[in-house]
């Protein structure tokens, strides 16, 4: 096989441009004389004056010698490892091996399956060209790709890591000033204190100086009299003495006690700020090898689909909430739904009944549902602040906020839970993206330190689009608000002139097919937008359409529309879109 193997690179080698003389050749023997022939037996250059020479120098071989330009025209077949001198022109199939006549004569490979060496030669050379051809075209310009990647992630990688320690900077930065005005505020307090202190001494001395001038004025006029012989001044004296004797009260400030807190350096990190760890996943399913096939199998974008001219009701599902708001397809056949009570229903699509009902745990109605990519219904219950997963329909706390309410949530294609939430006060709202229980990342402003979204009693949902935007419907400032996966702002989107109704754009549900478009459902206006992912206005959904609320699409971009229909709570489903 080593020297079949040798056999096909060497014929390969001759086919390629790559590898051919771009120089005058020189004979190998006299190395003076211009190249005229080739020994394909010896694979040696050869002048016409020294092909007699290369002959005679080993006449056991049966050298064949050409014209240069005809060099590498003569197999070369391998020698035989059993039979001196002998040339292996078979190939035995069983034994995987070259064989000479010889051999093939001999009871060793007697009933084996005996080919030309030369076809089986070609098949190897085929396939080897293949491979070649497919290690230059594919395998190759693939792992250029990932190595690309690679290096853009390590640059992206440097970038959030430098994005980081600014953030703990600005934070350290914060609760200096936090602390310098502590310190401040507390040598006020010394001053202010001090300073009553002080004044209170002094109007003591100032009591005290008088005192002693009125006792100094008493014995300057006691000594006039003690030195008269008036007998009668010295019965006109009134002594103060008696008052004299009763000294003041002795007035003794007391400083307060300086008390540092006691603190561990251990507790201090912990309320300072704290570090998620970090990892290093590995994916094999990750990369996929680069294709030159035009098919939509060979890339990773959906089928080209448009929108219909007219879309279609095509099946009608009657719930038994007072209210219906929420719905989230579990799949083409299934979709759960939520209300104004506190139980989560999951609905046949094509049968329209009843399948299953789930109960929140607290007993509260959930804000708002989802379904994550291994089928688990989540749910948000704001009254007790926490994001719930339902599996194998037990209800599992994955979330607890403090300080914070939770209101729309979805599960992105990574398997993230995202979070659009409210503060207590109603005076601040953000998006958070959690892996399991853990913060991963917030977005609440934009580039100018600016609110991305208006803060306020108003109905919040979000989805993730399917080249990675975060969508969110912010009711508050009429609004769709897109950001990219990094949280930069990407636009806005404020509605289209003129609505159905002429009436302010009133948003509710929202979500997005696989062509990247973003649908959200417009309360006041009984009709829901489609936007292109830049937020161009393509059309409205308006037909037959009344208050609808919430909205989700399934993996034939159907979509499922929940809406009041006769004053009673239904989900439509819709097709607007058809394969092109």
Same mark, same amino acid.
């Given at each position: ?121 070609? +098949? !190897? /050379? ?12 594919? =395998?190759?310009? $693939?792992?250029? %790709? *990932? ?44 001053? +202010? !204190? /001090? ?12 009591? =005290?100086?008088? $005192?002693?001038? %009125? *006792? ?66 590995? %994916? ?297």
């Amino acid at each position: 096989m080593a020297a079949i193997a040798i056999f096909i690179v060497l014929q390969i080698s001759a086919m390629d441009p790559r590898t051919s003389a771009q120089d005058v050749m020189r004979c190998d023997l006299c190395e003076t004389a211009v190249v005229q022939m080739h020994c394909d037996t010896c694979l040696v250059n050869l002048c016409k004056s020294c092909v007699g020479e290369h002959i005679s120098k080993d006449e056991s071989k049966d050298h064949k010698v050409v014209k240069f330009q005809f060099r590498k025209s003569t197999p070369l077949y391998p020698g035989c490892n059993h039979h001196v001198k002998e040339r292996c022109e078979m190939y035995c199939n069983q034994c995987d091996i070259p064989v000479c006549v010889y051999c093939i004569t001999s009871d060793q490979h007697q009933g084996h399956k005996i080919l030309p060496v030369m076809q089986v030669c070609e +098949e !190897m /050379k085929d396939k080897t060209i293949k491979e070649r051809n497919e290690l230059n075209e594919t =395998i190759y310009p $693939t792992y250029q %790709d *990932i190595a690309s990647d690679v290096q853009n992630r390590m640059s992206q990688l440097e970038k959030e890591y430098g994005d980081l320690s600014t953030a703990i900077t600005k934070h350290g930065e914060d609760w200096h000033r936090e602390i310098d005005k502590l310190v401040e505020k507390l040598k006020a307090e010394v001053d +202010e !204190m /001090k300073n009553t202190q002080l004044q209170t001494l002094q109007k003591h001395l100032d009591e =005290i100086n008088k $005192t002693m001038s %009125d *006792i100094k004025d008493e014995i300057d006029s006691v000594e006039m009299v003690i030195d008269t012989n008036d007998l009668s001044k010295l019965f006109s004296v009134e002594s103060s003495i008696h008052a004299y004797r009763r000294l003041p009260h002795k007035i003794m400030p007391s400083l307060p006690k300086f008390i540092p807190g006691k603190f561990e350096v251990d507790e201090v990190s912990k309320l300072f700020a704290s570090l998620s760890s970090s990892s290093l996943t590995s %994916d094999k399913h990750g990369y996929s090898m680069k294709t030159t096939q035009k098919s939509p199998e060979a890339g990773s974008s959906p089928p080209v689909k448009q929108l219909l001219d007219e879309p279609e009701t095509v099946t009608t599902i009657h719930t038994g909430y007072g209210h219906l708001y929420n719905v989230s397809c579990l799949s083409d056949e299934e979709i759960w739904t939520r209300g104004n009570d506190k139980t989560m229903k999951l609905y046949s699509i094509n049968q329209g009944s009843l399948l299953k009902s789930i109960t929140t745990k607290s007993g509260n109605k959930p804000y708002d549902i989802a379904v994550t990519q291994s089928g688990d219904l989540v749910y948000t219950d704001k009254s007790d602040r926490t994001v719930n997963i339902v599996k194998n329909e037990k209800i599992e706390e994955v979330i607890r906020l403090q300080n914070w309410i939770p209101r729309g949530v979805c599960s992105t294609s990574s398997g993230d839970l995202l979070v659009i939430m409210d503060s207590d006060d109603f005076k601040q709202t953000k998006v958070v993206r959690y892996s399991g229980s853990t913060e991963k990342q917030t977005i609440q402003f934009d580039d100018q330190d600016k609110p991305l979204y208006l803060s306020g009693l108003y109905n919040r949902y979000i989805t993730e689009n399917r080249n990675l935007d975060i969508c969110v419907s912010d009711s508050q400032a009429e609004a769709v608000v897109v950001v990219n996966q990094a949280g930069k702002l990407r636009f806005r989107y404020t509605g289209h002139t003129p609505a159905p109704k002429n009436e302010p754009f009133n948003l509710r549900g929202i979500t997005t097919d696989s062509q990247s478009h973003i649908l959200t459902a417009d309360h006041l206006n009984d009709c829901v937008h489609i936007i292109d992912q830049n937020g161009q206005f393509l059309r409205y959904i308006d037909s037959g359409l009344s208050e609808p609320w919430g909205l989700c699409t399934d993996t034939n971009d159907n979509l499922f529309v929940a809406h009041t229909k006769n004053k009673t709570e239904v989900i439509i489903k819709i097709k607007y879109m058809h394969i092109k």
